[in-house]
T-cell receptor, first 113, second 112 residues
Framework: KQEVTQIPAALSVPEGENLVLNCSFTDSAIYNLQWFRQDPGKGLTSLLL?????REQTSGRLNASLDKSSGRSTLYIAASQPGDSATYLC????????????FGPGTRLSVLP | NAGVTQTPKFQVLKTGQSMTLQCAQD?????MSWYRQDPGMGLRLIHYSVGAGITDQGEVPNGYNVSRSTTEDFPLRLLSAAPSQTSVYFC???????????FGAGTRLSVL
């Protein structure tokens, strides 16, 4: 059974810092991995998607990497801003779940002004 | 652009009551799914559908029913609500040719 974990569970940083969020998964036979952002009381918004054949994806100040063999992904946020405060979830598709996504519990990020 | 629309946004039920959570998408997506989100846990898949007339169970299907009579709509039914079903429910959709999932804003359900 695919299991996804995220470390840390919560993170508080001062504005301007670069930070890394971690995601680990147990079954490396994935099709892709997706990072989402969730604001309080809201739905999920897709940030970055990495196909299994890719090593990383970039969008603005965000960079996501994927190491399938070790079952790890990282989300790097450069020059963090208070507006980045949210919960960040990773989800993997494939493996035993086929076309469905398995989600991690999320990392709650607070960027202090 | 409406995207994925969920109704209601909030609901309070008494134990044993039934209700239907509505989900509609206007992107002509074949794949639709329902998740529940509980504190400290990731989203868990309840049921999913790969097209009209086709549904299947996810990780936590007990206590929930679904149907998919049209491409646009994928309602989730609670036949006899239990306090353990207190949660936030999300509907999502995607095209089978795409990988990005689009989520609704969620339904916050409390069962007393």
């Amino acid at each position: 059974k695919q299991e996804v974990t995220q470390i840390p569970a919560a993170l508080s940083v001062p504005e301007g810092e670069n930070l890394v969020l971690n995601c680990s998964f147990t079954d490396s036979a994935i099709y892709n991995l997706q990072w989402f952002r969730q604001d309080p009381g809201k739905g999920l918004t897709s940030l970055l998607l990495i196909q299994s054949s890719q090593r990383e994806q970039t969008s603005g100040r965000l960079n996501a990497s994927l190491d399938k063999s070790s079952g790890r992904s990282t989300l790097y946020i450069a020059a963090s801003q208070p507006g980045d405060s949210a919960t960040y979830l990773c989800a993997v598709r494939g493996g035993n779940y086929g076309q469905n996504f398995v989600f991690g519990p999320g990392t709650r990020l607070s960027v202090l002004p | 652009n409406a995207g994925v629309t969920q109704t209601p946004k909030f609901q309070v039920l008494k134990t044993g009551q039934s209700m239907t959570l509505q989900c509609a998408q206007d992107m002509n997506h074949e794949y639709m799914s329902w998740y529940r989100q509980d504190p400290g846990m990731g989203l868990r898949l309840i049921h999913y559908s790969v097209g009209a007339g086709i549904t299947d169970q996810g990780e936590v299907p007990n206590g929930y029913n679904v149907s998919r009579s049209t491409t646009e709509d994928f309602p989730l039914r609670l036949l006899s609500a239990a306090p353990s079903q207190t949660s936030v429910y999300f509907c999502a959709s995607r095209s089978t040719g795409e990988n990005i999932q689009y989520f609704g804003a969620g339904t916050r359900l409390s069962v007393l």
